[in-house]
């Protein structure tokens, strides 16, 4: 009888030979072109037209390995770290799941032989989900071993980095156990941070380390590094010299250098002022949307440095200065959310039309096309129209209105016409505007931004770090919450737009709160007792001085979709735990996240392209009278 443990040397010893051809075929080659990425140029490689051998083991193993080379990243998510990387109608590509139980007995095997070290760690990476117990620590100790082999200097692609995020969550996930491997790979990035020359990239490696809290008895060394590099040679973007002083300001701060950080905060300011300065000179009294991007992203890093501090670098009447450049260059921030319009055309066809607005583009390109699939509602038009089907069938304007939540209950009695103006409107008028504005968000929801969310994320995977890119370069959010803002971004883009939503309204709240202080407005009450409260979002936006500061339109979207009994009332829903299962995947959901995601990518683009945009803009954040001095 022939011995099981025999039998199954032989069976490992063919696939062994099989994996040998396929990179003796070229399959594992080192380097992928300069426009691909290791794994995604290795699925392209393994599962292109004439591939197919004839010989029954080849070319199974090819189309496994193809397979696990296709799954795409999802590095911030512990439990499923890979999606698929196409979803369509008719079904899907392949994960980690879909693969049988005879091909893992494959692998188990295979794996320590896998030539290509990144893709031997993703089929670790892989056998450790489909795994429990110890076994599974064993697969990601093995998945740290094949990263702990990299050359990072050749690890020049995101998606190819990504594979380290992983390991290091993975290994530092499981504590104790994996603490010796974690500790080497540390050290190894390290020494790339340090060493590594400019075009080595070194700067990935350093937010990595960054990012998983690592480094820091090497925190001072690693800011020097980042100092050097923007301030030598090497570097001609100025964009790229910022980000290193970036970079050096977080690892100054990681090494309690907060003095040294402060510098470096500030060097990064005189940078932007410096840039925005020589646009102005120019090119005149016209110098497009850039300088004014670049005087308010100044004024929000110059405002993370404490007062005490400013005083002593000299910049102690910097924020005022930088205020009044900002309105000077008429850059709006706000003020741009009418630059995008959409095509008018054929509502049957708004599904197809939109779904194809989106694809075959970059991912920039792709979420600019998205967002601009439609544009905030106009007031004039929304309120000439209704003023007009008032006039055409007057008589159920004339009787007050009783208006009741989802559960029943009574939340507001409006007037008829002639009685108490709603936000400056008669409430005939505005209750026929926010019900074709809420007739208008779930049109736009089903007709246009749910099929083309759809066909984006099936074409683009993006991670936190993508939005956490988009959240940095955008002048509207504040520096104190831009990762929370692309948090919840990246929520809405994965599917969760019940999440994104409750993440992002109190966020609109704080940033009309922000805006109304850089007009000058009050935004607290003091009580007799002394104690200031923030006054809220509806509040808020019930003064008239709204309008002025953020526009009619956005004022009127505002309005109608978060605030008051009449519509959604967004805000009040989410604040007060009233939304319930059913508002899980709404349309009102989606548009909330598609909104703020526009509030937030339009100053981004504009920053990229240097757009025209129009009206007056605040700067982007502004702190207190008593802060600010």
């Known amino acids: 009888m022939i011995d099981a443990r025999e039998s199954d040397a032989d069976a490992l010893a063919h696939w062994i030979e099989a994996l040998t051809k396929l990179e003796t075929e070229g399959a594992f080659r080192d380097e992928p072109s300069d426009d691909e990425e290791r794994l995604p140029s290795l699925w392209s490689r393994l599962a292109g037209t004439g591939t197919v051998s004839g010989n029954q083991e080849l070319d199974k193993l090819r189309a496994l390995l193809a397979q696990i080379a296709s799954f795409m990243n999802r590095p911030d998510d512990w439990s499923q770290p890979y999606e698929p990387m196409l979803s369509m109608h008719e079904g899907r590509s392949a994960v980690p799941s879909d693969i049988s139980n005879d091909e893992v007995e494959i692998l188990k095997g295979l794996a320590p032989f896998v030539p290509d070290l990144i893709l031997r760690a993703r089929i670790c990476d892989v056998m450790a989900i489909r795994s429990s117990g110890s076994e599974r620590v064993q697969?990601?100790?093995?998945?740290?071993?094949?990263?702990?082999?990299?050359?990072?200097?050749?690890?020049?692609?995101?998606?190819?980095?990504?594979?380290?995020?992983?390991?290091?969550?993975?290994?530092?996930?499981h504590g104790k156990a994996l603490r010796g491997k974690v500790d080497a790979l540390e050290t190894k990035i390290v020494d790339h941070v340090l060493t590594g020359h400019v075009t080595d990239r070194p700067d990935w490696s350093a937010d990595l380390l960054l990012k998983h809290g690592l480094a820091r008895t090497h925190a001072r060394d690693i800011a020097a590094r980042m100092q050097a590099i923007a301030t030598g040679p090497e570097l001609g973007d100025p964009e790229q010299v910022r980000a290193y002083l970036e970079r050096a300001t977080d690892w100054y701060a990681k090494a309690g250098q907060m003095d040294a950080a402060d510098e470096q905060r500030f060097a990064l300011v005189r940078s932007l002022i410096s840039e925005a300065e020589d646009l102005v000179a120019t090119q005149g009294s016209d110098p497009g949307a850039r300088s004014g991007y670049l005087y308010e992203r100044a004024l929000k890093a110059l405002r993370q440095i404490p007062r005490s501090r400013r005083e002593k670098l000299g910049a102690a009447d910097l924020t005022q200065e930088l205020a009044c450049r900002i309105r000077a260059a008429g850059a709006a921030a706000l003020g741009s959310m009418g630059v995008f319009r959409s095509e008018s055309g054929d509502l049957s066809d708004f599904r197809k039309t939109s779904m194809e607005a989106v694809t075959n583009k970059s991912p920039v390109e792709a979420l600019r096309a998205f967002i601009g699939l439609t544009s905030i509602a106009s007031l004039e038009h929304d309120r000439r129209s209704a003023e007009e089907l008032i006039e055409k069938h007057p008589l159920q304007s004339l009787f007050s209105n009783v208006h009741y939540s989802h559960d029943g209950r009574v939340v507001h009695r409006s007037a008829g016409q002639g009685g108490e103006r709603i936000y400056g409107e008669d409430p005939?008028?505005?209750?026929?505007?926010?019900?074709?504005?809420?007739?208008?968000?779930?049109?736009?929801?089903?007709?246009?931004?749910?099929?083309?969310?759809?066909?984006?994320?099936?074409?683009?995977?993006?991670?936190?770090?993508?939005?956490?890119?988009?959240?940095?370069?955008s002048s509207i959010i504040p520096a104190d919450r831009e990762r929370l803002y692309a948090q919840a971004l990246y929520y809405g883009f994965n599917g969760d737009f019940a999440t994104a939503a409750q993440l992002l309204t109190p966020q609109l709240e704080h940033l009309v709160r922000m805006h109304f202080r850089n007009a000058g407005q009050t935004t607290t009450t003091i009580d007799g007792q002394g104690i200031e409260n923030e006054v809220g979002l509806s509040a808020l936006m019930d003064r008239e001085a709204a309008g002025g500061i953020l526009g009619d339109d956005l004022t009127y979207a505002i309005r109608a979709f978060f605030c008051g009994p009449i519509g959604p009332n967004l805000r009040n829903e989410i604040a007060h735990g009233l939304i319930n299962d059913t508002w899980v995947n709404s349309g009102q959901s989606l548009y909330c996240w598609w909104f703020m995601l526009r509030l937030t990518f339009i100053p981004y683009w504009n920053r990229l392209h240097d757009g025209r945009t129009v009206d007056e803009q605040e700067p982007a954040e502004r702190a207190r009278p008593e802060a600010d001095g």
């Open 139 to 173: 697969w990601f100790s093995l998945e740290i071993d094949a990263l702990k082999e990299l050359d990072l200097a050749r690890v020049l692609r995101r998606q190819d980095q990504v594979i380290l995020d992983r390991g290091l969550h993975v290994g530092l996930r």
């Open 428 to 473: 005939s008028v505005w209750r026929q505007l926010v019900q074709g504005y809420e007739f208008r968000v779930g049109l736009e929801v089903q007709a246009l931004l749910a099929p083309a969310w759809l066909a984006l994320t099936n074409e683009h995977t993006l991670s936190v770090a993508d939005f956490l890119e988009l959240t940095r370069g």
